[in-house]
């Protein structure tokens, strides 16, 4: 594991070192391969985005997956980039806008936690730099779920934790969200929470882009105990390997909402974000092989 750890870095930090406007020639010359040979994931792809918008014809529909296709192989290249980005690089190319929001509201109502829902659009993976922009007290983190393979789930955690942020396993969450309260920290905590729960995890359902779709709500749960403050991220992409993130508030109060209602508020904003440029979305996971009939089904075999 440590060898195939090493030699993998060590190419890819290789690779990074190229300049990103040579890395994005190799993406181009990538999406042709991937979409037209390989046709990587192309019948998911193509599913998802038909359903997503029953509205759209079929040339817009191959439209937007051959855009998706083509982002999905500069998000590869921009990954393989961030090895080496300086921290001025980086600043230039992925800006935020709200952390001094953020700031105000925990001082103002006293907070110690702020939960900020993100979705895989754009280039998630650059939105980890996100401690550059809010002073050195506040302690930033983020939940990612392990990869199976050890070598490069070391890898990745390198990458996501090069910019001062802590990545928390996702099932370690509660317990190190507890020892950071204990301790009387300032934190942001950034949840990705668009993919689809297990079936032993799903209890609850909402609209989203023409499905019934299974969501996680344990940010939602965990927010509601830890009274934290809820924010949004909405991210553009200006031109080519230029972001932008702005954070804004979901909700006023996570205590005088009903239950589920966040997650139902996040879906909404993340569906009119997608809605706006759907090809910055990753199309390529099977986001609704777990259906509300099935579901339903299998609850009523237990009981």
């Known amino acids: 594991m440590n060898i195939l750890y090493h030699l993998a870095f060590a190419f890819w930090y290789a690779c990074s070192l190229l300049p990103l ?24 792809v193509r599913k998802n985005l038909t359903e997503s918008f029953p509205e759209k014809t079929t040339a817009e529909i191959i439209r937007i997956e051959k855009q998706f296709y083509a982002f999905f ?8 980039k961030q090895f080496s980005m300086s921290e001025k690089q980086m600043r230039r190319r992925m800006t935020f806008s709200g952390t ?62 090069q910019y001062g942020a802590i990545c928390i396993p996702m099932k370690e969450t509660l317990r190190k969200i507890i020892e950071m309260r204990r301790q009387g920290e300032q934190v942001v905590i950034g949840f990705i929470s668009d993919q689809a729960p297990k079936w032993n995890s799903i209890h609850h359902f909402t609209p989203f882009l023409h499905h019934e ?46 239950e589920y209602e ?14 706006r440029e759907p090809q910055f979305w990753l199309w390529s996971h099977n986001r609704w092989k777990r259906t509300k009939a099935e579901w339903e089904r299998r609850m009523q075999q237990k009981a």
């Open 73 to 80: 192989c500069d998000y590869v290249v921009e990954t393989l």
């Open 262 to 275: 966040v997650t139902d508020i996040y879906m909404q904003h993340l569906e009119q974000m997608i809605r």
């Open 21 to 44: 406007r040579f890395l994005y020639v190799v993406s181009d010359m990538l999406y042709y391969p991937l979409y037209y040979v390989v046709r990587y994931r192309r019948r998911v």
């Open 100 to 161: 001094d929001d953020i700031i105000r509201d925990m001082e103002r109502e006293d907070k110690h936690f702020t939960f900020i829902y993100l979705g895989h659009y754009c280039n998630w993976e650059w939105i980890a730099s996100m401690p550059y922009w809010f002073p050195e007290k506040t302690l930033c983190g983020q939940i990612y779920h392990p990869l199976y393979n050890k070598a490069f789930d070391r890898l990745f955690l390198k990458l996501r934790s």
């Open 213 to 258: 779709t299974p969501v996680f709500i344990g940010t939602e749960k965990i927010g509601r105990k830890m009274d934290a403050v809820i924010y949004f991220a909405e991210v553009t992409r200006p031109r080519r390997g230029y972001y932008h993130c702005h954070l804004y508030r979901m909700v006023d109060d996570i205590g005088a909402v009903s």
